[in-house]
């Protein structure tokens, strides 16, 4: 048997701006955004280059409670994993744009880390593994 994930949801407050700072400031492709059913809900997905079949589904909170969770849906845990081939030209490339780190770059056993919020306040670990080959190589 062969499973994979295929998107992960992320809460946002609209669609537009979250399209425009994953595409932007992150560099991820659009890879649909179509409008689906009654009142204007759109199937937006937008992924890093290179992804082959996993990527953010962009989703608008349906009520007061999930519009809550905006930016904490992890709560203050890094909730998505980004890596890497080449962690200094990203992490340059990020700085340039603005993007809000959470500490300075380390190195760890497993490669070269940082912890970024993307516009919401999620976190995130932009990773450069020392040996992708291997599965399950992240620090977790």
């Not at 059913?37 to 007061?64: H, I, S």
């Not at 905006?70 to 080449?86: E, M, S, W």
Request: hydrophobic share 40%.
């Amino acid at each position: 048997m062969k499973q994979a994930i295929g998107q992960v949801s992320l809460l946002v407050r609209d669609y537009d701006e979250a399209i425009a700072y994953f595409t932007q400031v992150l560099g991820f492709r659009l890879v649909e955004d179509i409008t689906v059913g009654p009142g204007g809900k759109r199937w937006v997905v937008v992924a890093p280059p290179g992804a082959v079949d996993c990527g953010l589904l962009l989703a608008k909170p349906r009520t007061e409670e999930d519009a809550a969770r905006i930016g904490r849906q992890a709560g203050n845990r890094v909730f998505l994993f980004l890596h890497t081939d080449d962690f200094w030209r990203d992490y340059r490339r990020y700085a340039e744009r603005g993007v809000r780190f959470c500490e300075e770059p380390r190195q760890e056993t497993y490669g070269t880390v940082v912890v970024f919020e993307d516009l919401y306040g999620n976190r995130w670990d932009l990773l450069e593994r020392k040996n992708p080959a291997l599965p399950g190589n992240s620090h977790g």
